[in-house]
């Protein structure tokens, strides 16, 4: 059987439609769990730390800048919307399953490519509040210089990434065959 479009070998004796997924179309999914979930906590680290943070340059309420809470606004969303994204597929990818079908090419890149987004806008979303947490943010006891080297660290796998899965997604939108074999 080809982990690509069919269920794994022993499937079939194991109940439930999960088991009836293929496999190598859905790796993005499993990774993008990982990524979701960095990205969830960096997010919540985030925004508790500013309810008390106070700037060492003029003694403000970092919560106050505007451009801070513009920040935690477009993090939440791209967190939000990832976990959406991939839940949908996972939803879709199992009501196939218990119809007793198989996945269309197109679901597969289609999957292939929601899942790659969500996890580029998980990336996104740390690279936001990194990128206003200021120099503290370095710190080695600080847990957001953790979350960001490991959510890119998981970024970097090619399943979820996005230059390679989303061009696959392109080629079977116009009609050309995937260039990529485990499609």
């Known amino acids: 059987m080809s982990l690509v479009t069919c269920a794994p070998a022993g499937a079939e004796a194991t109940p439930g439609a999960v088991y009836e997924l293929p496999v190598l179309p859905l790796i993005p999914h499993l990774v993008s769990g990982t990524i979701s979930g960095i990205a969830r906590g960096a997010y919540e680290d985030f925004v508790d730390r500013l309810k008390t943070q106070v700037s060492v340059y003029n003694d403000s309420r970092i919560a ?13 969303v791209l ?7 991939v839940r949908d597929n996972w939803m879709e990818a199992h009501r196939i399953a218990e119809a007793g ?3 269309t090419l197109e679901h597969r890149a ?6 790659t987004h969500a996890c580029s806008g998980c990336v996104r979303a740390v690279d936001l509040i990194y990128g206003v947490s200021g120099g503290t943010a370095n710190y ?5 210089q953790r979350r960001f080297r490991d959510i890119h660290a998981a970024a970097a796998q090619i399943h979820v990434s996005w230059d390679i899965n ?6 079977v ?3 050309l065959a995937p260039a990529n074999p485990y499609l």
């Open 79 to 85: 967190i939000d919307a990832a976990r959406l994204l």
């Open 101 to 103: 079908q198989r996945p």
């Open 166 to 171: 989303g061009p696959e997604f392109g080629r």
């Open 173 to 175: 939108a116009t009609g």
């Open 64 to 76: 106050e800048h505007t451009t801070v809470q513009l920040k935690i606004a477009e993090a939440g």
């Open 140 to 144: 080695l006891g600080n847990e957001l």
């Open 110 to 115: 289609r999957w292939r490519r929601d899942a």
